[in-house]
Nanobody
Framework: QVQLVESGGGVVQAGGSLRLSCEAR????????ITWHRRVPGKQRELVAS???????GYTESVSGRFTISRGHAKNSVYLQMNSLNVADTGVYYC?????????WGQGTQVTVSS
């Protein structure tokens, strides 16, 4: 059974940084594509960052240059380094792993940026 474990959210002042981590445990497969999404208050969930293979990354425009997605050393692990956070980044962040033809989502971690 695949289990996703997310961590790293919290409360930070504007301009600060947080690093989110996520690991998918228990799958015999390796995810080629891993994504981070977020749901901010009043909006639908949106794609924030993606990584294909080892290091081909893409970002939504609002976080480009501030967020960095990277793979961890463990199979099926990923980080999201978030710098220069602003109030608009407040929301619940989710990792997503497609594995073996199924889609797995993390439980979500709250990020709150105070002004």
């Amino acid at each position: 059974q695949v289990q996703l474990v997310e961590s790293g959210g919290g409360v930070v002042q504007a301009g600060g940084s947080l690093r989110l981590s996520c690991e998918a445990r228990g799958s015999p497969y390796s995810a080629n594509v891993i994504t981070w999404h977020r749901r901010v208050p009043g909006k639908q969930r949106e794609l924030v960052a993606s990584i294909i293979g080892e290091d081909s990354a893409g970002y939504t425009e609002s976080v480009s240059g501030r967020f960095t997605i990277s793979r961890g050393h463990a199979k099926n692990s990923v980080y999201l380094q978030m710098n220069s956070l602003n109030v608009a980044d407040t929301g619940v962040y989710y990792c997503r792993f497609p594995l073996g033809g199924q889609e797995y989502w993390g439980q979500g971690t709250q990020v709150t940026v105070s002004s």
